[in-house]
């Protein structure tokens, strides 16, 4: 996994506390410490898997001696019934963490899947599919990670990355022309300024104002068609707003270079994976 596991670490144990607080008043008080289990991840959907090393450092950081075999990995297409990882461990340990472990990862196999199949609706097209800052608090990292593992690439991963000018910023500057012309003199060279726009007269105006990204929000198709013969390659057009799944082939086709959708992360329907004790 990418990732960096100090990240993760962090975060599972956050979770963790917040789950187990201080003590597990059913697991705690029905079993002895010196038993040990074994259990089976197994998924009940087809998707794509993601969050599997995620998962297993949940036990890890519960057991010393939790040890498991992985049988697919992040990334993979798998099918309801596979079988996903194999766990042994304290019982106690493997049923505190239980909930948190499946938590994470059915969170992060539901945006992978997600991602995936929205992916597979630009293939023939130069469209990529990517996602947006709409992520849960704290989540942010392993939420863009899933994206990446579905097919689909990251936006900017916080407000550093780029100079967005979304419709406030514009209408706080006085327009298009005066808020990029204002960024180019303070912002560093490795900067990009993407625009947000409504309609094609301020296309035109991100275009001549030199911004690097224009996004098209919640435009119809039509209107879209016309902005791709405005900017004509000069600058990257981003499609964005009312992306739904059964959308994304016309506006990929329209020549669009990037779909970013919020929904692969704020609203994303978690993949069913359980956990059954042997």
């Keep these: 996994m990418i990732l960096p596991q100090f990240y993760i670490d962090d975060l599972i144990k956050n979770a963790i506390k917040e789950d187990i607080n201080y003590i597990d008043v059913a697991t705690d008080y029905l079993l002895s410490e010196d038993e040990v289990s074994e259990a089976v991840f197994?998924?009940?959907a087809d998707g794509v898997l993601c969050g599997i090393d995620v998962a297993?450092?949940?036990f890890q950081l519960l057991?010393?001696?939790?040890?498991?075999?992985?049988?697919?990995?992040?990334?993979?297409?798998?099918k309801k019934g596979d079988l996903i990882a194999e766990l042994k461990g304290k019982t106690v340990r493997l049923l505190?963490?239980?909930?948190?472990?499946?938590n994470l990862i059915q969170h992060m196999s539901g945006i992978a899947t997600l991602t995936n199949k929205c992916?597979?609706?630009?293939?023939?097209?130069?469209?990529?599919i990517a996602d947006t800052r709409k992520t849960l608090p704290g989540l942010r990292s392993?939420?863009?990670?899933?994206?990446?593992?579905g097919g689909g690439r990251n936006h900017r991963y916080n407000l550093s990355d780029c100079a967005m000018l979304k419709d406030n910023h514009i209408d706080a500057k006085g327009g298009i022309t005066p808020a990029v012309k204002a960024l180019r003199e303070k912002i560093g060279h490795t900067v990009k300024i993407e625009v947000e726009t409504r309609t094609l007269d301020e296309v035109r105006e991100a275009l001549n104002a030199g911004a690097d990204i224009i996004m098209l929000d919640n435009m119809d198709n039509e209107t879209m068609a016309e902005a791709v013969k405005i900017v004509d390659g000069k600058a990257l057009l981003e499609a964005s707003g009312n992306l739904t799944a059964e959308r994304i082939r016309s506006v990929a086709e329209l020549g669009v270079d990037i779909l970013s959708i919020g929904a692969l992360t704020h609203s994303v329907e978690a993949f069913d994976i359980s956990m059954r004790m042997k």
Excluded: N
Aim: proline fraction near 0%; hydrophobic fraction near 30%; aromatic fraction near 4%.
């Design 42 to 44: 197994v998924a009940k």
């Design 56 to 58: 297993m450092r949940v």
């Design 63 to 78: 057991d010393d001696s939790f040890t498991c075999t992985i049988h697919k990995k992040d990334g993979d297409e798998i």
């Design 96 to 102: 505190k963490g239980e909930r948190t472990a499946l």
């Design 119 to 128: 992916v597979k609706e630009t293939i023939g097209t130069k469209g990529t």
């Design 142 to 149: 392993i939420q863009k990670y899933a994206v990446t593992c």
